[in-house]
């Protein structure tokens, strides 16, 4: 099983890419589904037809939680309702189920993703990992109808019927194993395709550095530098976003796009006596932006709207973080054992 989802600036070719990355992997003798979830006109001629991801078509599948949408929307009418779950995180949703379900029906299929935006798939790729973190949802609802209608009295809004849970719980399940394969380089990557410009260098770091924040299997960078872009601006992206595999577009027929790129590397520790120190590989950010909280054997990293949770390594969960130093490629924890307590 193999998942590569292809994002990138608008008009930098990232459905071109997509289905390059589907012919090419298919040439190799691969199952190959190509996935059409961009939203924007399909891709032509392509050798290997996208498959148009439509959340509406999506959430027929799941009849009870389409009803209690309808009811929550106030909305009988299916095209209403379709508009209404466009304007909300509901559609990413039905989107990331689609992908789930590419991924579950052939097993050994390569799933090529055809993604929107950066911004976008930023929002619906790190979906999965929340619902991963809610842990497991109840599959029925107790109290019967006179405890469902008054708690409906109070919150003033239709509650999901028992059916509706059972399809929730389902939701999640799918979910949480997506979030442990996007978790996993080895079998996801996520592909990004800029474009060229005077401000390349400075629009590349605004789009990928959620991207990175987030620890999705960021492993390959497509340029697609005219010849009037090629050389500083594409140095300096090269040189901002090293250790990533940054390639020019077009690609050479050799390339082999299921094998995985570069990615970061894993966490470092380094220790000195009774002192850790925690190295994060993390390009791109903003020091200002950048915001840190312990919590428990947790470290949560925010920035711009972005947020990264990394768990601590045994050797380090039991210590207090006293200090943070980034230097613009890597942020770097100290941490010292409590103080006692003294009697």
């Known amino acids: 099983m193999r998942l590569i989802i ?18 090419r992997c298919g040439a190799g003798g691969r199952r190959v589904r190509l996935l059409d979830a961009s939203g924007g006109p399909p891709l032509p001629n392509a050798s290997i ?3 148009r991801v439509v959340p509406h078509a999506e959430l027929a599948r799941w009849p009870a939680i389409e009803a209690w949408l309808a009811d929550l929307a106030g909305e009988r009418d299916a095209t209403a309702l379709t508009a209404a779950l466009a304007a ?3 559609a990413d949703l039905l989107s990331l189920l689609a992908i789930a379900r590419a991924l579950s029906d052939d097993g050994g299929a390569c799933v090529i993703v055809d993604a929107p935006p950066v911004a976008a798939a930023h929002r619906m790729l790190t979906l999965p990992a929340l619902a991963a973190r809610l842990g497991p949802l109840p599959r029925r609802a107790g109290g019967g109808r006179v405890a469902r209608a008054l708690a409906r009295q109070l919150v003033d809004a239709p509650l999901p019927s028992s059916a509706a849970l059972d399809e929730l719980a389902d939701w999640h399940q799918r979910l949480a194993a997506l979030a442990a394969v996007l978790a996993d380089p080895e079998t996801s990557a996520v592909r990004v395709v800029l474009r060229g410009g005077p401000q390349a260098t400075r629009s590349a770091r605004e789009l990928l550095a959620p991207l990175v924040l987030s620890g999705l299997p960021l492993d390959t960078i ?18 901002a976003l090293h250790p990533l595999l940054v390639s020019p577009w077009p690609l050479g027929t050799a390339s082999d796009p299921a094998q995985p790129g570069r990615s970061l590397p894993p ?6 006596g009774s002192a850790t120190r925690l190295l994060l590989p993390l390009p791109l950010q903003s020091r200002a932006a950048l915001t840190l909280r312990q919590q428990g054997s947790r470290i949560v990293i925010s920035a711009g709207g972005a947020t990264r949770e990394v768990g601590l390594p045994d050797t380090v969960a039991g ?25």
């Open 6 to 23: 292809i994002t990138g600036m608008g008009g930098a070719g990232v459905s071109t890419v997509a289905g390059w990355t589907a012919a």
């Open 49 to 51: 037809p996208p498959v």
């Open 88 to 90: 909300s995180s509901v």
């Open 222 to 239: 497509y340029s697609a530098f005219d010849e009037e872009d090629a050389g500083a601006p594409e140095e300096q992206l090269c040189e």
């Open 267 to 272: 966490l470092q520790l380094q220790h000195t």
């Open 319 to 343: 210590q207090q973080c006293t200090g943070a130093t980034y230097d613009g490629a890597t942020l770097t924890l100290a941490f010292e054992p409590a103080p006692v307590a003294s009697s």
